[in-house]
């Protein structure tokens, strides 16, 4: 598995701001966006950056009628101290705030994040999201991030957030990736298959999926479903096209 080509991760500030400008042209479609039930959710960023570039994301979900929240911790330098020990100390916060318990929704490094919280703290994850978070080891040779990460290695914590793999969750996940990613390879995005997850699959860049018109229909749909009553997303007519189920690997 290699990483994407230089002319994927070259192209991503100009993709993705194509998606951002599509973003704004479809804004008078996000009615047709699922509402939510008001229960709490936490949208983390991706690595080098902060909750500015959520916030149209954010924005969407808020108006959607859910209670959602940046991570607060600066820019996202990796795992360090801070972020080891601020995340879990964020989640209970929030789920003692509303007093239900939190969807986690996160891009890149950030759904590493997610996932890790989600596995260390079961009882207060509802839903995990994913955009183009590399789950796999095989992202150490398959990014095109590997080298900015390795240089802030000296400020992370020497214990917290691992890989997982992919593994099954205690709770619903989903996956968002993108087979053009410029930054990770799409294969070590993919998450195990299990009668509560699935890998989905649009079309884009992976510095526009915060603001991917795709993404965001994917989102709203995953958040708005009721506890328990978990089911594989169904993409409407419009989207069958730019929306695909694809297998996990074992």
């Known amino acids: 598995m290699k990483r994407p080509s230089l002319l994927a991760a070259i192209s991503e500030p100009v993709r993705a701001g194509g998606e951002y400008t599509t973003s704004i042209a479809l804004m008078p479609l996000r009615a047709i966006l699922p509402s939510g039930d008001g229960h709490p959710v936490l949208v983390l960023p991706g690595l080098a950056a902060s909750d ?33 020990d601020g995340l879990p100390d964020l989640l209970r916060a929030t789920r003692a ?15 590493i994040y997610a996932r ?21 080891a095989a992202v150490e040779r398959a990014s095109n991030a590997q080298a900015l990460y390795q240089a802030l290695r000296p400020i992370h914590a020497d214990h917290g957030v691992v890989l997982d793999e992919g593994a099954p969750l205690g709770m619903p996940a989903t996956a968002v990736h993108t087979r053009t990613d410029g930054i990770v390879h799409w294969q070590t995005c993919l998450i195990e298959d299990s009668p509560t997850t699935e890998n989905l699959r649009v ?28 089911a594989p997303f169904t993409p409407p007519v419009a989207y069958r096209r730019i929306i695909t189920h694809v297998p996990g690997e074992p």
């Open 52 to 84: 500015r570039s959520t916030a149209p994301m954010r924005r969407v979900l808020g108006r959607l009628g859910y209670e959602v929240t940046g991570w607060g911790l600066g820019r996202n330098l990796g795992p360090t101290p801070a972020v080891v």
């Open 97 to 111: 705030r509303h007093g239900r318990s939190v969807s986690l929704v996160g891009w890149s490094l950030g759904g």
């Open 116 to 136: 890790y919280l989600a596995r260390q703290h079961p009882e207060l994850v509802r839903n995990v999201v994913t955009l183009g978070t590399p789950v796999r």
């Open 203 to 230: 079309t884009g860049s992976h510095t526009g999926l915060g603001f991917n018109p795709a993404a965001i229909y994917i989102v709203a749909d995953r958040l708005a479903q009721r506890p328990g009553a978990w």
